[in-house]
């Protein structure tokens, strides 16, 4: 590539300075300096702290010594990140170093250790360890990314410089769909300049694949990986199992004089995760002063003291699930002169996933007439928790379901570059994305037979952890537990089928052009987008043969035995004091005996949407090369404008009907400036200041057109018997969040992978989105198609998002590298890399801060993120330790009953260990073996819920304990 500088990453804008006195003052006297430096200063050098030549801050390449034909070919070796000449674990930092060093902005790096081979089991793993960056799980793996404790939806992400289409309804990329075996390294920008497109809020992952002209010869790589899961077998006739396998092979190869180049990679992953969950479902004070009994007027609890706190619901469910991988990832590169550079990418990749989730659950507050006997208690503030003791009359509910997931990926990009030998440069690049998802879902019931109850023996913990429930019946007896509707829902089972499309087409073209004075040059460029997502959902329901499936003609208490035919060994939940429950086949069992009726009804309709969004940008931006007195300053400025017209259709529906579609959108600007600078202090000091104006739209379902409500009679709680309305619905003029942001960084190199980097930054929040919950919407506009059901009044509660001004953030963050060498030589080939970040917000309104005694700040923002990684190598033997902690955040607000409450995400500390050995010389160089144990401690999530008792005390419960186990992989790597 050449000096135009195509896909560079964030830089920050020109805005107030008022929040930030001294970061403002730095940037007034950096940049006023700048100014006032004679025309002449771009003569003079900056010392040689290099800069990248690509405006993706890209480290500077190991392969200096190749032909300077070749260097102008492709000079954007970022996409490399230096990670196939040098290898191993400090080979990998050194090369994240170069990038952070070499970068006009503050940026994170990390490299593959070789090729194909990044230093985790994954790429969000690995982006895990990076300052200020914390994972968010799913299924037991880290799938998402927070940047500076935010929210993974405030993150940009791009495939080589390119916004990518997503599976889910937010436009957040799921890491685990692309393979980190075909991933050669990954470039965070915590700071944006004016040529960065697709830029988040907190910042932007820009993951790269190879640049084949960027190596000095062919390379050829094959990783193969065994894997085992810790959990065990939870649901034995699913066929998920504890084994799993990963698999890969790269080629790499130049042709013709070095002018094209060849990546090619194939990786594949079959991988089980085996999840033991429990949830509390609510809790509270059955009997006494301030009850239940006394404030809301439920029924008396028999058995249950007065002034105790219990638990009024629970959920054991243990999910098998199967993930499967397929990804092929090509670059083709051809620079047949000093001229000309074309780079084609493609990338594809399908995904698959079978879950199945047995569980029983079942209530236990004061409406379902239980009670209690040999009752134990923990002391405990405000009130004693119940931790102990006999329930009677409980309904067991068993749910089995079923879940397919069916995804596809597909991206390509044509990067086009001519140099016209006069100073002009000119760049087109051509891209197309698309994600297309497919998923089924099925679950049926199953309980006791005749609607007869069981008691229970139980010990819960009073805190964090594994219940024990024992109930009198053996629920893995096929001849006690039949399909009927324990609980009344009101049908015996349901299916749905989902589908999902998510396309992004774009164009981008950019001229450059050197510079006199203190601006080495300027990019002037525009880019169009037009992305659009569809979803579609139909809802079916299940009834037994022989069962009605109208209100008139249903009864819940109807049964059948499952078949024989369709049973599978128990589920066991024997972490949760129950052995086991039943198993069976819930697609053969919905085939066979239940017969089907489409049910889409109005919340089910709201969920078949189109979203469109239509994105032209305009920028400009002038890099700067100059001095400040005798220190040399680079960086740039420039400017980004964006207009969005975004526009939802949606289903119409008068009650249940469908009855037409609805559209609506809207259309807005913005204009975000921003500011680089970089003061070489010395060849081995840097400071950076960053100042920018940022956008970052919401979740594209908050943009859609489509919303929802129902009526519903209340059987628990302060309103018990009544008819409430509810309601839900999306945004289609939601504005995106805007904040005006300054950083300030110092940086020390030392040795040759060891540093030490101080940085503080501030964010004023010039709009936001929250959820906001209204619990005196009126619903007279909505119909009624529930004619059974009278509403008490047309006052009800509905959720939709909006938008918030004002609120800000600040943070501060610590990151270092040693190596120990450096300290004694009998630490040779030891190092130790570590990072702490701490970030405040606040916000004047959201859906949590309306709760009394409810945070002020930011949903998803985890306050403390650290990380510390341990290593060790010499002599072809490595070993590494990590552990990343973040601390508790909290989730959206939740409806409880006629109350809001909100969830907590409580703190997460995983710990993870990698041992290898690399064989360097005979018959077996370029072999290597791994050993890796991810989550070493099988650290749990733990989520709590906190709500108000019905004497409005607030209180904070548990609500979620679950754990994956161990997972640990074997493998061997070969290389040529």
């Given at each position: 590539?050449?000096?135009?500088?195509?896909?560079?990453?964030?830089?920050?804008?020109?805005?107030?300075?008022?929040?930030?006195?001294?970061?403002a003052?730095?940037?007034?006297?950096?940049?006023?300096?700048a100014?006032?430096?004679?025309?002449?200063?771009?003569?003079?050098?900056?010392?040689?702290?290099?800069?990248?030549?690509?405006?993706?801050?890209?480290?500077?390449?190991?392969?200096?010594?190749?032909?300077?034909?070749?260097?102008?070919?492709?000079e954007?070796?970022?996409?490399?990140?230096?990670?196939?000449?040098?290898?191993?674990?400090?080979?990998?930092?050194?090369?994240?170093?170069k990038?952070?060093?070499?970068?006009?902005?503050?940026?994170e790096?990390?490299?593959?250790?070789?090729?194909?081979?990044?230093?985790?089991a994954s790429i969000a793993?690995s982006?895990?360890?990076?300052?200020g960056?914390?994972?968010?799980?799913?299924?037991?793996?880290?799938?998402?990314?927070s940047?500076?404790?935010?929210?993974?939806?405030?993150?940009?992400?791009?495939?080589?410089?390119?916004?990518?289409?997503?599976?889910?309804?937010?436009?957040?990329?799921?890491?685990?769909?692309?393979?980190?075996?075909?991933?050669s390294?990954?470039?965070?920008?915590?700071?944006?300049?004016?040529?960065?497109?697709?830029?988040?809020?907190?910042?932007?992952?820009?993951?790269?694949?190879?640049?084949?002209?960027?190596?000095?010869?062919?390379?050829?790589?094959?990783?193969?990986?065994?894997?085992?899961?810790?959990?065990?077998?939870?649901?034995?006739?699913?066929?998920?199992?504890d084994?799993?396998?990963?698999?890969?092979?790269?080629?790499?190869?130049?042709?013709f004089?070095?002018?094209?180049?060849?990546?090619v990679?194939?990786?594949?992953?079959?991988?089980?995760?085996?999840?033991?969950?429990?949830?509390?479902?609510?809790?509270?004070?059955?009997?006494?002063?301030?009850?239940?009994?006394?404030?809301?007027?439920?029924?008396?609890?028999?058995?249950?003291?007065?002034?105790?706190?219990?638990?009024e619901?629970?959920?054991?469910r243990?999910?098998?699930?199967?993930?499967?991988r397929?990804?092929?990832?090509?670059?083709?590169?051809?620079?047949?002169?000093?001229h000309?550079?074309?780079?084609?990418?493609?990338?594809?990749?399908?995904f698959?996933?079978?879950?199945?989730?047995?569980g029983a659950?079942?209530?236990?507050n004061?409406?379902?007439?239980?009670?209690?006997?040999?009752?134990?208690?923990?002391?405990?503030?405000?009130?004693?928790?119940?931790?102990?003791?006999?329930?009677?009359?409980?309904?067991?509910?068993?749910?089995?379901?079923?879940?397919k997931?069916?995804?596809?990926?597909?991206?390509?990009?044509?990067?086009?570059?001519?140099?016209?030998?006069n100073?002009?440069?000119?760049?087109?690049?051509?891209?197309y994305?698309?994600?297309?998802?497919k998923?089924?879902?099925?679950?049926?019931?199953t309980?006791?037979?005749?609607?007869?109850?069981?008691?229970?023996?139980?010990?819960?913990?009073?805190?964090?952890?594994?219940?024990?429930?024992?109930?009198?019946?053996?629920?893995?007896?096929?001849s006690?537990?039949?399909f009927?509707?324990?609980?009344?829902?009101?049908?015996?089972?349901?299916?749905?089928?989902?589908?999902?499309?998510?396309?992004?087409?774009?164009?981008?073209?950019?001229?450059?052009?050197?510079?006199g004075?203190?601006?080495?040059?300027m990019?002037?460029?525009?880019?169009?987008?037009?992305?659009?997502?569809t979803?579609?959902?139909?809802?079916?329901?299940?009834?037994?043969?022989?069962n009605?499936?109208?209100?008139?003609?249903?009864?819940?208490?109807?049964?059948?035995?499952v078949?024989p035919?369709?049973?599978?060994?128990?589920?066991?939940l024997?972490?949760?004091?129950?052995?086991?429950?039943?198993?069976?086949?819930?697609l053969?069992?919905?085939?066979n005996?239940?017969?089907?009726?489409?049910?889409n009804g109005?919340?089910?309709?709201?969920?078949?949407?189109?979203?469109?969004?239509?994105?032209?940008?305009?920028?400009?931006?002038?890099?700067?090369?100059?001095?400040?007195?005798s220190?040399?300053?680079?960086?740039?400025?420039?400017?980004?404008?964006?207009?969005?017209?975004?526009?939802?259709?949606?289903?119409?529906?008068?009650?249940?009907?469908?009855?037409g579609?609805?559209?609506?959108?809207?259309?807005?600007?913005?204009?975000?400036?921003?500011?680089?600078?970089?003061?070489?202090?010395?060849?081995?000091?840097?400071?950076?200041?960053?100042?920018?104006?940022?956008?970052?739209?919401?979740?594209i379902?908050?943009?859609?057109?489509?919303?929802?409500?129902g009526?519903?009679?209340?059987?628990?709680?302060?309103?018990?018997?009544?008819?409430?309305?509810?309601?839900?619905?999306?945004?289609?003029?939601?504005?995106?969040?805007v904040?005006?942001?300054?950083?300030?960084?110092?940086?020390?190199?030392?040795?040759?992978?060891?540093?030490?980097?101080?940085?503080?930054?501030?964010?004023?929040?010039?709009?936001?989105?929250y959820?906001?919950?209204?619990?005196d919407y009126?619903?007279?506009?909505?119909?009624?198609?529930?004619?059974?059901?009278?509403?008490?009044?047309?006052?009800?509660?509905?959720?939709?998002?909006?938008?918030?001004?004002?609120?800000?953030?600040?943070?501060?963050?610590?990151?270092?590298?040693l190596?120990?060498?450096?300290?004694?030589?009998?630490?040779?080939?030891?190092?130790?890399?570590?990072?702490?970040?701490?970030?405040n917000?606040?916000?004047?309104?959201?859906?949590?801060?309306?709760?009394?005694?409810?945070?002020?700040?930011?949903?998803?923002?985890?306050?403390k993120?650290?990380?510390?990684?341990?290593?060790?190598?010499?002599?072809?033997?490595?070993?590494?330790?990590?552990?990343?902690?973040?601390?508790?955040?909290?989730?959206?607000?939740?409806?409880?009953?006629?109350?809001?409450?909100?969830?907590?995400?409580?703190?997460?500390k995983?710990?993870?260990?990698?041992?290898?050995?690399?064989?360097?010389?005979?018959?077996?160089?370029?072999l290597?073996?791994?050993?890796?144990?991810?989550?070493?401690?099988?650290?749990?999530?733990?989520?709590?819920?906190?709500?108000?008792?019905?004497?409005?005390?607030?209180?904070?419960?548990?609500?979620?304990?679950?754990?994956?186990?161990r997972?640990?992989?074997?493998?061997?790597?070969?290389?040529?």
């Open positions: 590539m050449n000096s135009c500088r195509m896909s560079q990453a964030p830089r920050a804008p020109f805005v107030r300075f008022r929040q930030r006195p001294l970061a003052s730095c940037a007034a006297v950096l940049l006023g300096l100014l006032s430096a004679p025309a002449s200063a771009q003569q003079v050098p900056p010392q040689p702290a290099p800069q990248p030549t690509d405006s993706q801050a890209a480290p500077a390449s190991p392969n200096a010594k190749v032909a300077d034909k070749k260097n102008k070919k492709s954007n070796t970022v996409s490399n990140l230096d990670a196939v000449i040098v290898t191993g674990i400090r080979a990998s930092i050194e090369n994240s170093l990038a952070k060093r070499n970068s006009d902005n503050i940026i790096a990390i490299s593959a250790e070789d090729i194909g081979k990044l230093p985790d793993e982006l895990s360890r990076v300052p960056l914390a994972t968010q799980r799913l299924n037991g793996r880290a799938n998402m990314i940047i500076r404790g935010l929210d993974p939806g405030f993150a940009g992400t791009t495939l080589n410089g390119r916004e990518q289409a997503t599976i889910g309804e937010n436009r957040g990329v799921e890491y685990d769909q692309y393979p980190s075996e075909l991933i390294g990954v470039a965070i920008y915590k700071t944006p300049d004016a040529s960065l497109i697709g830029q988040g809020l907190s910042g932007t992952v820009d993951l790269h694949t190879i640049k084949p002209l960027d190596l000095p010869g062919p390379a050829f790589a094959v990783n193969l990986r065994g894997e085992h899961t810790t959990n065990g077998k939870l649901n034995p006739g699913s066929g998920v199992g084994m799993g396998h990963r698999a890969s092979i790269s080629y790499i190869n130049q042709f004089d070095h002018t094209l180049g060849l990546a990679g194939f990786a594949h992953l079959d991988s089980p995760i085996q999840e033991k969950q429990y949830q509390a479902w609510w809790w509270s004070m059955n009997n006494g002063p301030g009850s239940a009994e006394d404030n809301w007027g439920a029924p008396h609890t028999p058995g249950m003291p007065d002034g105790v706190i219990s638990q619901g629970m959920q054991l243990a999910q098998s699930l199967n993930q499967k397929s990804g092929l990832m090509a670059v083709l590169e051809w620079a047949p002169g000093d000309y550079h074309s780079t084609l990418d493609l990338y594809h990749s399908i698959g996933e079978k879950k199945f989730t047995n659950q079942w209530s236990s004061p409406w379902d007439n239980v009670s209690y006997s040999n009752v134990g208690v923990t002391p405990a503030q405000p009130y004693p928790i119940v931790t102990s003791g006999t329930i009677s009359g409980i309904a067991p509910i068993l749910q089995n379901q079923y879940t997931e069916h995804d596809k990926l597909f991206s390509a990009g044509w990067n086009n570059q001519y140099d016209f030998d100073g002009w440069t000119a760049t087109a690049d051509l891209s994305s698309s994600a297309k998802k998923l089924h879902d099925a679950y049926l019931f309980g006791l037979a005749g609607g007869a109850f069981t008691s229970v023996d139980f010990r819960t913990p009073a805190g964090n952890g594994y219940p024990y429930f024992s109930p009198a019946v053996n629920l893995a007896d096929p006690k537990v039949v009927t509707d324990p609980d009344g829902y009101g049908y015996n089972g349901r299916q749905e089928f989902d589908t999902q499309k998510d396309t992004i087409k774009a164009v981008r073209l950019e001229v450059s052009h050197p510079l004075w203190i601006f080495s040059s990019n002037l460029g525009v880019n169009y987008s037009d992305r659009t997502k979803k579609q959902a139909d809802v079916q329901f299940a009834w037994l043969n022989g009605g499936s109208t209100r008139d003609t249903y009864d819940n208490h109807f049964s059948a035995p078949n035919a369709f049973l599978w060994a128990p589920t066991s024997g972490y949760g004091g129950i052995p086991g429950i039943l198993s069976y086949d819930v053969g069992a919905l085939a005996q239940f017969y089907l009726t489409e049910r109005q919340g089910d309709w709201s969920r078949n949407y189109t979203v469109e969004e239509k994105v032209p940008v305009a920028y400009a931006k002038f890099n700067i090369e100059t001095t400040l007195g220190v040399p300053l680079t960086g740039n400025v420039g400017v980004q404008f964006v207009r969005t017209d975004q526009s939802s259709t949606a289903l119409q529906t008068n009650g249940d009907t469908l009855v579609s609805i559209n609506d959108g809207t259309k807005y600007n913005n204009v975000l400036p921003s500011l680089n600078l970089v003061a070489h202090l010395t060849d081995r000091q840097y400071l950076r200041f960053g100042f920018a104006k940022t956008m970052a739209r919401g979740r379902d908050d943009e859609k057109v489509a919303t929802s409500a009526l519903s009679k209340v059987q628990n709680g302060p309103a018990a018997g009544q008819v409430l309305w509810s309601g839900s619905g999306g945004n289609p003029k939601l504005k995106p969040y904040a005006v942001g300054t950083d300030l960084s110092y940086e020390f190199y030392f040795g040759k992978s060891s540093y030490f980097a101080a940085a503080v930054f501030n964010k004023n929040l010039l709009n936001y989105i959820n906001q919950t209204t619990l009126d619903f007279s506009h909505y119909t009624n198609n529930d004619p059974t059901l009278t509403p008490t009044s047309n006052i009800g509660s509905f959720t939709r998002p909006a938008n918030g001004t004002g609120g800000k953030m600040q943070g501060l963050e610590l990151s270092g590298a190596e120990g060498g450096l300290l004694t030589q009998a630490l040779d080939g030891f190092g130790m890399l570590a990072s702490f970040s701490l970030t917000s606040s916000i004047p309104t959201s859906s949590i801060s309306s709760i009394p005694g409810g945070p002020k700040t930011l949903p998803g923002l985890s306050r993120v650290a990380n510390l990684a341990l290593y060790y190598e010499k002599y072809g033997w490595s070993v590494r330790v990590a552990e990343r902690y973040r601390s508790s955040f909290t989730g959206e607000a939740v409806a409880l009953f006629d109350q809001l409450g909100y969830t907590k995400y409580l703190p997460n995983q710990t993870d260990l990698q041992l290898g050995y690399a064989f360097s010389e005979g018959s077996l160089n370029g290597s073996l791994l050993l890796q144990v991810s989550n070493l401690t099988n650290t749990p999530d733990k989520t709590a819920q906190v709500a108000g008792l019905p004497n409005n005390v607030q209180v904070t419960r548990p609500l979620e304990y679950d754990t994956w186990g997972t640990v992989m074997f493998g061997v790597n070969y290389k040529l």
